[in-house]
């Protein structure tokens, strides 16, 4: 009998390699929506929006790990998924303190660009508000 085939799931950023596991699925929220990917997938680019990205191991299969991804795109071929991210954190290695605080940051940087009418400036916080709630919601995953 033939072995089941498995999907190879990587994260990078500028920073590095960020996640590099087999997987029976990930999940990604794409602009257009979720997407789960298992193997054999056909090839699909597509970018992705800030929230998390839920892999099912091959080792592991009663286990998810979540990984915060902040922007970028996710490539599906040859069974593998490659994740390019400007950021992302796996949810065993996210300071919720430091999310926490970022996420008050952003949310005073919100009220002063509102005061000002500076809309550039909205939406740069509203960025920011995004990536630190995304950490923290990873974080309790």
């Not at 994740?83 to 949810?91: F, L, T």
């Amino acid at each position: 009998m033939a072995d089941k085939p498995v999907l190879t799931v990587n994260i990078v950023t500028p920073d590095g390699i960020v996640y590099d596991h087999h997987a029976t699925m990930v999940i990604v929220k794409a602009l257009d929506g979720q997407l789960g990917i298992m193997p054999n997938h056909e090839p699909i680019i597509a970018p992705l929006q800030i929230d998390e990205v839920r892999v099912k191991r091959v080792d592991n299969p009663g286990h998810e790990d979540a990984i915060a991804v902040n922007g970028g795109f996710m490539e599906m071929s040859n069974n593998v998924a490659s994740i390019v991210a400007d950021s992302a954190e796996r949810e065993r290695d996210i300071d919720v303190s430091r999310a926490q605080l970022a996420e008050q940051r952003a949310e005073e940087r919100i009220k002063t660009a509102k005061a000002k009418h500076d809309a550039d400036e909205l939406a740069r916080a509203q960025i920011k508000l995004r990536r630190a709630v995304n950490r923290i919601n990873v974080a309790k995953h």
